[in-house]
């Protein structure tokens, strides 16, 4: 998601700066336009791979230095004090988000950082389009009112539907969807209303009085948009969302004939894109089922499974049974983010490869609740990369495995998703824990995960539960192993 900052970014600093480049001027610009452009498609590339990740993070960051310093350089700035002004507001919100909000707070982050840049890309067009009334000021030609009205509606409509999305995820509102009778058609209606405004005004870019039409029917449109998505499918909807962002920076950069602006936008758009057709095809989900599927409601069955006769085991046994194994798969989840135990997992990890356990960890691409989230917290702990093996790689190893560690992971370990066509992960793609010689499951309760929906490797024959947060229960396994090889 770092197109969207540097998305983000250029649409803001644009939005500051006035116009009327010299040609040497042109040429220094231009040239730092190209320098940012390949720094920001390399450092999309590297941040594809854990390993390569951290340059990718210095390649964005140098890019958009460069950008910064080019538009800079290249417009003839009218007031320099409002930079300053919209730089400090902007480093005053931005540090203390990256310095204190927590790692399984990022997808709220990611949809405040979303939010400011619609915000900016709509305000843009806005005051572009007033701009067209000012004394002498021709009038706007119909392709560039119509780009102009794309990206007010795209901006309007992600920022609101953004600030909706964290709020959801950070608890300011009810996470759960909120469903009301016709609501599919009022949102059809709302968004439709919006574009025909647009075409209207495309066609008649005097009418003064549509602009704020547009511009309220695209918020609205933003907040009605989230009200039926639950709040765990929120981080499909903000890659959404992110892709609305880029498009709307890219449109802007047409209207303000910015060409650096047009590539950060449009990478941004074809990245957010990418990345929510990713998620939704590992959770085998159409966009319309995130969209209007109101997931996450809660499902009638969820209790139930409390009554179904589990096996638990304790800290102890499970360190004997791991000892004595050859090889431990572990497959992390939600919940070793929530107990934030990455780092007790790696002194397990350390403590079965130093009696030569071959340990691998099986990575689900939607396991947590947001893309690369177990990779990102294995890398916190540093665990070396080419531990992690993704699903479908790992998947065939497990009849050979002889321990599948199940850390705080639910739907993504449900076999349900393999056979039971009625359950709502029917045909999601699983890690084949079950499939293992044992397998030895940590969480606090018999609570359903994501979707709401009991789990049946936790009562098959060859599963144990080990009950508890999964900070403490890591811990706990990994001292007896220690104990037990002090004691040896
Ligand atoms: P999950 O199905 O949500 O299950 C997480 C489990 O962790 C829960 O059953 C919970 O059980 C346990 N847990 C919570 N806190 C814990 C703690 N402190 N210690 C121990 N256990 C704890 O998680 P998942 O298997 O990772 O699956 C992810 C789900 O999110 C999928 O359904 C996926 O489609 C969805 N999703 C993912 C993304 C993404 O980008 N990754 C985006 C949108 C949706 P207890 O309460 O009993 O402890």
Redesign the pocket.
Known sequence: MISSFLADGAASLVSVAGRGESSMQNLTTTAMAIVAAILFILALKWLSAPSTARRGNLAGEIGMTVAILGALLGYHILRYEWIIVGFTIGAMIGAPMAIWMSMTAVPQRTALSHACGALAAALVGTAHYYLYFQPGAAVPQRITMAILCIEVILGALTFTGSLMAFGKLQDLLPARPTLYRGQNVLNFLILGAALATGVLLTLHPTMRVLFPILLGLATLFGVLLILPIGG?????VIALLNSYAGLSASMMGFVLNNRLLIIAGALDGASGLILSII?CR??NRSFANVLFGAFGQVQASAASAEKKSVRRTTAEEAAQVMEAAASVIIIP????A??Q?QHKVRDLYDQLTNRGVDVKFAI????????G?MNVLLAEAEIPYDRLIEMDEINADFPQCDVALV???????NPAARHDKSSP?YG?PIINADRAKTVMA??????????GIENELYTADNCLMLF????T?VAGVAKELAEAAKSN
């Open positions: 765990a499918d929120m981080p499909t998620m590992a959770m989840g939600y919940g070793m929530v107990a135990a689900h691409p939607v396991a947590g609740r947001m893309p989230h850390i705080g992971a639910n739907d993504v370990v992960i999601m940590i969480k606090r309760s018999m609570n359903p995960g994501f979707a508890g947060d999964a900070k229960v």
